[in-house]
T-cell receptor, first 113, second 108 residues
Framework: DADVTQTPRNRITKTGKRIMLECSQT?????MYWYRQDPGLGLRLIYY???????NKGEISDGYSVSRQAQAKFSLSLESAIPNQTALYFC????????????FGPGTRLTVL | QKEVEQNSGPLSVPEGAIASLNCTYS??????FFWYRQYSGKSPELIMF????GDKEDGRFTAQLNKASQYVSLLIRDSQPSDSATYLC????????FGTGTSLTVIP
């Protein structure tokens, strides 16, 4: 089984809809991250969490919110989706004691019409 | 100025040659440096990390770090067609920053 899973893997939605992307990990890592990837722009950090009670904004947090429900679960929400949020979204985990190497989930391809 | 800069490429090398990928970063306080490989439509996967100045070798891959010049590179020896991918440089400072990646094509 994969160590970092994301659901759904693909999602098509309409402008204005609320969307939740979920991430779960079995690696036992304390740190979790959400990124989006757009062609030519690389990976950009949306939010990150160093433990259950810690949530931090990343480079591009506007229009997004997150919830760290447990050490193993980190969800990303788009409260009112817009077309420029169409992107490939990745969840990642890391362990401070492990040198903070990040391990990525398979990604969620989100299309907002 | 971006935190991490990479040439976008594309970089093309013949099979068996050495591919050289370069990355510069702006935060002198950066402590950890990573190279990831990403195939189209897939998630990034770690190739190697380096923390100290100098070279670090792992199989066909060598990472080089020069903190004074704020420069990190990845050399791929005996390049194979399966190495064709986008290579992402990442740096930890206050946050985790990725470069936009360099596209590498290894020509058989």
């Amino acid at each position: 089984d994969a160590d970092v899973t994301q659901t759904p893997r693909n999602r098509i939605t309409k402008t204005g809809k609320r969307i939740m992307l979920e991430c779960s990990q079995t690696k036992g890592h304390d740190r979790m991250y959400w990124y989006r990837q757009d062609p030519g722009l690389g990976l950009r950090l949306i939010y990150y969490s160093f433990d259950v009670k810690d949530i931090n904004k990343g480079e591009i947090s506007d229009g997004y919110s997150v919830s760290r429900q447990a050490q193993a679960k980190f969800s990303l929400s788009l409260e009112s989706a817009i077309p420029n949020q169409t992107a490939l979204y990745f969840c990642a985990t890391s362990d401070f004691l492990g040198g903070d190497t990040q391990y990525f989930g398979p990604g969620t391809r989100l299309t907002v019409l | 100025q971006k935190e991490v800069e990479q040439n976008s490429g594309p970089l093309s090398v013949p099979e068996g040659a050495i591919a050289s990928l370069n990355c510069t970063y702006s935060d002198r306080g950066s402590q950890s440096f990573f190279w990831y490989r990403q195939y189209s439509g897939k998630s990034p996967e770690l190739i190697m990390f380096i923390y100290s100045n100098g070279d670090k070798e792992d199989g066909r891959f060598t990472a080089q770090l020069n903190k004074a010049s704020q420069y990190v590179s990845l050399l791929i020896r005996d390049s194979q067609p399966s190495d064709s991918a986008t290579y992402l440089c990442a740096v930890t400072g206050n946050q985790f920053y990725f470069g936009t990646g360099t596209s590498l094509t290894v020509i058989p």
